[in-house]
């Protein structure tokens, strides 16, 4: 499976970017599907999340209320809405996939696929 991110960029505070996660050579709902980001010197953070039976997302307390995780079957394409964006959010934004169990979404080692990544800068 590969995956591509797209749709990162600058901007400003409380301002609003959409980012992609497009999959070739698998079905995106067939696995639970998690956006993660990472700043120079530190470990990978986990984001968002979407269940692959239910559709539903699960966030981080850092973004909750702020982002969204939508999902284009049709597109095989998963999508991070963010809002009311922080300087706080700049990072180098990566989705990936887990085979694994929707306990382990938050647990970047357990990720078997991931995109190359997306840099969202938050300027004050």
């Known amino acids: 499976v590969q995956l591509q991110a797209s749709g990162g960029g600058l901007v400003q505070t409380g301002g609003s970017l959409r980012l992609s996660c497009t999959a070739s050579?698998?079905?995106?709902?067939?696995?639970?599907m998690g956006w993660f980001r990472q700043t120079p010197g530190r470990e990978r953070e986990f984001v968002a999340a979407?269940?692959?039976?239910?559709?539903?997302?699960n966030y981080a307390d850092s973004v909750k209320g702020r982002f969204t995780v939508s999902r284009d079957s049709a597109k095989n394409t998963v999508y991070l809405q963010m809002n009311s964006l922080q300087p706080g959010d700049t990072a180098l934004y990566y989705c990936?996939?887990?085979?694994?169990?929707?306990?382990?979404?938050?647990?970047?080692?357990?990720?078997?696929?991931w995109g190359q990544g997306t840099q969202v800068t938050v300027s004050s």
């Open positions: 990936g996939i887990t085979t694994g169990p929707w306990g382990v979404r938050g647990t970047p080692s357990r990720y078997a696929y």
């Open positions: 979407m269940n692959r039976n239910s559709g539903n997302g």
């Open positions: 050579g698998g079905t995106l709902s067939r696995y639970v």
